[in-house]
């Protein structure tokens, strides 16, 4: 169906009418006057320069393409390019300077309730929102670079927003700075691929309330958490990486009411806490890489018929928490590099049951000032009893057949 849409969306535009230049030295001096004179099927040529003419609107079919990167400064007013029809692409261009409203969420590039936009190879910079889709369907934002400089979330909105939208595909972006990298509500059957967000105040992406969708070989880099799926189901998610994800309430992944998902070739290095999960229901996490992390996974105890299997778990200062004794959830088969079984049958698994979570990550969960013991003498004899005979961790919170060599991812 995606193939079919594009087809149509190109040839939409290959008997385009006519093209109008916007320059010095061309034929329009100004952007509002070549869009005033195009019609639907039309090129608008904007050549280098500057160009301070307050909201660009587009309100008929047309491509709007710089050459250059010609800039469009919105000097701080409102939205800079409001696209206001649907089979519209816009390319080429340097957008700065939206206006700043917590009401109105200004934006360098909104899509106002329409369908086959396609957004690419643009460059933003110190706006508020940068990409906004509201209410859209079959929209494509690709290849475009985007900064923001604020310093509180309040002072920020996201870098590639989407609301109340179907079929939107966010492909090889560079999100830096903004509150969100990328935010979605309510959207459906979109996915966001190839993208880096980081830096970013709040979350490199968010999911609110939407469902259907995947994200996949995406890299998230010390933004103040790096995901956050909520309230959402059918979410796969392949082939990312959460890094340097490091604070108090930051995470690689948080995990809440999510239903009937997928996880799977995703690296998880060194953040405060690998993924977080609560509320979970029928999550398989399979073949991801944990390395490096405070703690790898918190799972609390409302989650449960998740499976977590054939997962490296690699240098974590904690493999495993939870916050109760209830255990609903499945280990088999994971690489646990603090697991000290044997296996004499030579079958690749240990022969004895592996339980991740140790007596310490129990303490610290209810006691955080704990960890002022870490690698003390008497907490590793503590937790070599645990293992021996264990009385306060969950006796089925436990790896029936964990491997004796690491997953090949």
Known sequence: MKLVYLFFFV???AVAQNTLEVGADKPYKSIKKALEAAQD??????HKGTY????IFIDKKIHFIGKDYPVIDGEAIDDVIAVKSSDVVVRGLKVINSGYATMRDPCAIKVYNENNVLIEENILDNNFFGIYIQNGKNCIIRNNKLRAHAVKEQQSGNGIHAWKSENIEITNNEIIGHRDGIYFEFVYHSTISNNIAKNNLRYGLHFMFSHNDTYDSNTF???GAGVAVMYSRNVTMIGNTFNENWGDAAYGLLLKELTDSKMEGNFFINNTTAIYLEGTT???????????????MKLQASCMD?????????????DTATNGSLTLNKF????WDKYEGYDLDR???GDVPYHPLSLFSVLVEKNPSAMLLFRSFMITLLDKSEKVLPSITPDNFKDEKPLMKPVKL
């Open 282 to 296: 029928r999550v398989k996490m399979e073949r991801n890489l944990f390395q490096g992390n405070g703690w790898a």
């Open 52 to 55: 301070k003419e307050g909201t």
């Open 306 to 318: 998740n499976e977590i299997l054939s997962n490296n778990f690699l240098g974590n200062t904690f």
């Open 347 to 349: 079958d690749g698994f």
């Open 332 to 335: 088999s088969g994971n690489y």
């Open 11 to 13: 040839c939409s535009f």
């Open 221 to 223: 880099t010390n933004n």
């Open 41 to 46: 099927g039309d090129k608008v040529i904007v």
